[in-house]
């Protein structure tokens, strides 16, 4: 018998060297939405992207890459 599960979505910030992993505040929320409500938070996800979602150990986990301060 097979058994559907969703994953838990993982949100990877990368401050100042460090990992920083944030969790889903709301599961039905948008990617985007995330993005939108750590902002207030960390003001640096105001110019972020979001690179394509990775699954590792039962978990998809989406990497919040700053744009700020790169040319291009």
Known sequence: ?????QLERVF???D???DIRLTDPEPRWSV???L????NTYPILT???VSAPIIRDDRI???LESVMGTKG
């Open 61 to 63: 986990e989406y990497k």
């Open 12 to 14: 990877i910030l990368r």
């Open 47 to 49: 110019t972020a992207k």
């Open 1 to 5: 018998m097979l058994l559907a599960t």
């Open 32 to 34: 985007e939405a995330v």
């Open 16 to 18: 100042k060297g460090q």
């Open 36 to 39: 939108n409500f750590y902002a």
